[in-house]
């Protein structure tokens, strides 16, 4: 079961909708970022973790920061949007709002040709929508 927590932001059912696309078999259990512990998560027992963007700062996103620290090294972690910023944060890296917002902008993006990138040109254009850095 994936297990997706949800910062109130519409894309969740974005995410949701494409993973079905790739698996209908495969279960995500779509959970509010202020409904439930990092503990009653870590009962739930899933294989992988999704945190969503969301319309704040790491530090306004709920739960999303504790179930990163409970799962980290543990399960497959995606964070989208805020939610690779909280996995940030929770590195140890500031997270602070760029002078230069980046809403609609393409930049390149080098990669291994590993992972998720298997197949993918390299380097490829991609869109970028965030403020925070």
């Not at 910062?7 to 995410?15: A, G, P, V």
């Not at 910023?85 to 917002?101: D, S, T």
Request: with cysteine.
């Amino acid at each position: 079961m994936i297990l997706l927590i949800d910062n109130y932001d519409s894309f969740t059912w974005n995410l949701v909708q494409r993973i079905g696309e790739l698996d209908a078999s495969l279960e995500v259990h779509v959970v509010r970022n202020d409904r439930i512990t990092s503990e009653e998560a870590e009962g739930l027992g899933p294989s992988h973790v999704i945190v969503s963007p969301g319309p704040c700062t790491p530090r306004e996103a709920g739960v999303s920061n504790d179930i990163i620290r409970t799962f980290a090294g543990r399960v497959p972690l995606l964070g989208v949007c805020l939610g690779h910023q909280c996995m940030g944060a929770g590195g140890g890296m500031p997270v602070i709002r760029h002078a230069r917002i980046m809403h609609g902008k393409t930049s390149p993006i080098h990669h291994d040709g590993l992972g998720i990138f298997t197949d993918m040109p390299n380097p490829f254009t991609a869109t970028r929508y965030h403020s925070l850095v």
